[in-house]
C-alpha cells in the first residue's frame, strides 16, 4: 500500500471514477463481490471439496481488491489508477458487504456468522488507507526518496505475504496438507477464470476498463482472506484453500492479460 500511494495522482484516479455511470457501477458490484462467492457456493456440487477447503475458497471470494498487483498492472499495459480506485472503492465497501454476505451463506448451513463491521473497518483503515495515505504524502514531499522506495516497499510486501503463507501452512503440519487433493487447486482455477469473466460478461465499460478491472477481480485479497479465517473466524484449516488461491491466481491473470494482448495484435493487421 505504500508503493502503491507512492505512485498515484488523486486527480487521475478521480477521473476514472467520473467515466463509470451508475449502472456500471451496479454491475461492478455485482461482479466482484456477489459473483464470486456464489462461484465457491456452487463448487462442492462439482467437485467433492471439504467445508474448510470450500470455506476457505469463500473468504477469498468474499475479500476483493489485493494491492501486490496493482503497480505490476501498469507495467502490462492496463489502466494502474483505474486498478488503485477500483482497490479503493472495494476497501470502502468491504466493511458493509463482508458481514453480509458471510452471514447469508452461513444461514444456507444453519449457522450464524456474524463479523463486526467496525473491526473490519479499523482493520481496513490500518493496513490499507493508513499506509496509502501515508505513501501519496511521502510522493508529494520527497517524490525522489519515493520513487527510490516503490520497486523495495513492493518487493518487501511480496516477501511478507509469500512467508505468512508458508508459516500458515507450516503450522497446520502434514496431517492437515497430506488431506488435500487435486480438487482444490483446481477449484481455485475455477473461481479466479470466473472472477475474470464475471467483468468480462457484466461490466461493458470501455475496453481499457473492462480490461483492467477484469484483471483485478480475480487479484482476490487472500491477505484479507487470511485475516477472516484466522483472527474473525478462528478457521485454521481453511488456510490451505486460501494459499492454494494465491498460487492460482497470477498463473491465471498472466494468462489473461496474454490473452487481452494476443487479441490486440490479432485486430491490429487487420485494421491496418
Not at 470502502?92 to 463491521?117: E, N, S
Not at 511478507?160 to 482455477?189: D, N
Not at 498460487?247 to 490486440?264: N, R, Y
Request: glycine share 6%.
Amino acid at each position: 500500500m505504500l508503493s502503491i500511494g507512492m505512485s498515484l495522482q488523486y486527480g487521475r484516479i478521480i477521473a476514472g471514477y467520473r467515466r463509470m455511470t451508475w449502472s456500471v457501477w451496479m454491475r461492478l458490484l455485482l461482479a466482484t463481490f456477489i459473483v464470486p462467492p456464489a462461484i465457491v457456493l456452487l463448487l462442492p456440487h462439482i467437485f467433492p471439496l471439504s467445508l474448510p477447503e470450500m470455506g476457505g475458497l469463500f473468504l477469498v471470494g468474499v475479500a476483493p481488491g489485493a494491492p501486490l498487483m496493482t503497480r505490476n498492472i501498469a507495467k502490462r499495459g492496463f489502466d494502474m489508477h483505474m486498478a488503485a480506485g477500483y482497490q479503493l472503492w472495494g476497501a470502502m465497501l468491504t466493511p458493509v458487504m463482508i458481514p453480509l454476505i458471510v452471514f447469508a451463506a452461513g444461514k444456507l448451513y444453519d449457522r450464524t456468522i456474524w463479523i463486526p463491521p467496525h473491526e473490519l473497518l479499523l482493520d481496513i483503515a490500518e493496513k490499507q488507507f493508513l499506509p496509502l495515505l501515508l505513501g501519496m504524502a511521502v510522493a508529494h514531499f520527497w517524490p525522489a526518496i519515493s520513487a527510490k522506495l516503490q520497486p523495495i516497499m513492493t518487493m518487501i510486501g511480496n516477501v511478507v505475504l509469500t512467508v505468512a503463507i508458508i508459516a500458515f501452512l507450516f503450522k497446520l503440519g502434514p496431517t492437515v496438507l497430506k488431506s488435500l487433493t487435486i480438487w482444490l487447486p483446481l477449484s481455485a482455477l475455477v473461481l479466479a477464470v470466473g472472477s475474470v469473466l464475471a467483468i468480462r460478461f457484466l461490466l461493458r465499460a470501455d475496453v481499457l476498463t473492462d480490461r483492467t478491472l477484469a484483471i483485478c477481480n480475480a487479484n482476490r485479497h487472500v491477505g484479507l482472506a487470511l485475516l477472516l479465517a484466522g483472527h474473525f473466524l478462528r478457521a485454521e484449516r481453511a488456510l490451505p484453500a486460501v494459499a492454494a488461491y494465491a498460487l492460482i491466481a497470477p498463473l491465471v491473470m498472466a494468462a489473461t492479460s496474454k490473452w487481452f494482448h494476443h487479441g490486440e495484435a490479432a485486430v491490429q493487421p487487420a485494421v491496418a
